[in-house]
């Protein structure tokens, strides 16, 4: 088969997929709604078909479940992306923005406009997001730089200054809520923080969508040099890759995404953790393949966490970040015994 055929069939397969996991979670929810009126809204808001369905089933499909769906295929798209970029470029199995504390640092930028009033205004949370996480990984590589034996090229170091930057930015931001914001601000805000797909609107869709799709087309374009990072940045150098604009590149392109996903759903952990592991162990570890893949699967697995958040619990809606903690946690544990074990 031509490569060319056999890209296209690709897509299209990944694409249809993506879009039967879309319909599923626009149909499954504590009012269930059958496929086929999803079809018929969606032919209705974008064909003007006209047939004739409930307006209660058309509000909730075309106001509440699209939306909200699409956002979360985005965010698990761009979170997925973004782990990829971290795990290859430092070479650490357990780098994610979550537990490097980007999420957080983007967490606390995003408080501190929406909350504190950071610029009067004229600054967005997604600008303030974008600072706070650059601002987060900058001193996770410091604290691991100052750490010393191997910096950051050194995992366990990574992780401890992870952890430590998360629980700094963490504090700034319950902090700043305490000083700033109205009890019924604060429950809201913690409430987010957890993530929260509740609040999404088209907007809100629009922004992420273009924010996952240049982080995925950035990333494909460096897939090559992600593959040369593989055996180390000298490795790297030798074959001719720019080491240090590709890293600053690629390393903007990770806090920018999860700065926008952050500022729109909150902190959700644990997604650019798991799903390139997954992605690795059905595509294999080259990354025009690992790239794509897992933002398929990223996009799938939130989705399927969302619907969990909405049905697990009748009449409540958990924050999505609790479902992707609670398949999240076991991974990290699982991978931690795994390094253990090869060491011994």
Request: hydrophobic share 60%.
């Amino acid at each position: 088969m031509h490569p060319i055929v056999r890209i296209l069939l690709l897509t299209g397969a990944a694409l249809a997929l993506l879009a039967l996991a879309v319909l599923l979670g626009v149909a499954i929810g504590e009012t269930s709604i059958a496929p086929g009126v999803v079809w018929q809204v969606l032919a209705n808001q974008l064909a003007g078909a006209g047939y004739p369905v409930d307006p209660i089933d058309q509000g909730i499909v075309w106001n509440y479940r699209l939306a909200r769906a699409l956002v979360a295929a985005s965010c698990g798209a761009g979170l997925a992306i973004s782990g990829v970029i971290l795990q290859s470029l430092l070479r650490n199995a357990l780098a994610e923005p979550y537990l490097l504390g980007i999420s957080a640092g983007a967490s606390t930028g995003a408080v501190l406009v929406s909350v504190a009033g950071l610029g009067a205004g004229a600054i967005s949370m997604t600008t303030g997001a974008f600072f706070g996480a650059v601002c987060a990984f900058a001193l996770v590589a410091l604290l691991a730089h100052a750490a010393g034996s191997g910096g950051l090229r050194n995992g366990a170091q990574i992780v401890l200054a992870g952890i430590a930057g998360s629980q700094l930015f963490n504090a700034l931001t319950s902090l700043i809520i305490t000083k700033s914001g109205s009890a019924e601000q604060a429950r809201g805000i913690m409430f987010w923080l957890l993530g929260n797909l509740s609040g999404v609107r088209w907007s809100d869709t629009l922004l992420t969508a273009a924010v996952a799709v240049a982080g995925l087309a950035v990333c494909l374009w460096h897939a090559r040099a992600l593959d040369a990072f593989t055996f180390g940045s000298e490795s790297a150098a030798a074959l001719g890759v720019p080491v240090r604009r590709v890293q600053l590149v690629l390393l903007l392109a990770a806090a920018l995404i999860t700065a926008v996903m952050v500022s729109i759903v909150g902190a959700i952990g644990f997604v650019g953790l798991v799903i390139p592991h997954a992605a690795r162990f059905l595509v294999g570890v080259r990354h025009r393949r690992l790239i794509p893949a897992s933002a398929l699967i990223g996009a799938i697995f939130l989705i399927a966490a969302d619907v969990i958040s909405r049905t697990l619990l009748p009449g409540q809606v958990l924050p999505i970040g609790v479902i992707t903690a609670l398949v999240g946690a076991p991974v990290f544990a699982a991978i931690l015994l795994k390094g253990r074990g090869g060491r011994t």
